[in-house]
C-alpha cells in the first residue's frame, strides 16, 4: 500500500469518527456540560490531526517533483 493511500484511509477514519461525535452532539446527547466539553475537545484533536495530515501530503507532493 502506498503512502498516499494510508494516509487518505487515515483521513478517512478520522473524518468518521468527527461525523460520529458530532452527531453524538447535535442530537443533544451530551448529559452534561463537562461531556460537552470532552466531546468537543476530541473533535478539536480530530481536526488538528487532520491537518496534520493534510500538511503532510502536501508537503510529500512538493518533494516528489
Known sequence: MS???LLALIV???QKLKQE???YTAAG???TLEE???VCGVVQGLN???N???DLVQKMEKSDD
Open 3 to 5: 503512502d498516499y493511500k
Open 12 to 14: 478517512k477514519e478520522i
Open 21 to 23: 461525535r458530532e452527531a
Open 29 to 31: 446527547r451530551c448529559d
Open 36 to 38: 460537552y466539553r470532552r
Open 48 to 50: 488538528y490531526a487532520e
Open 52 to 54: 496534520i495530515i493534510e
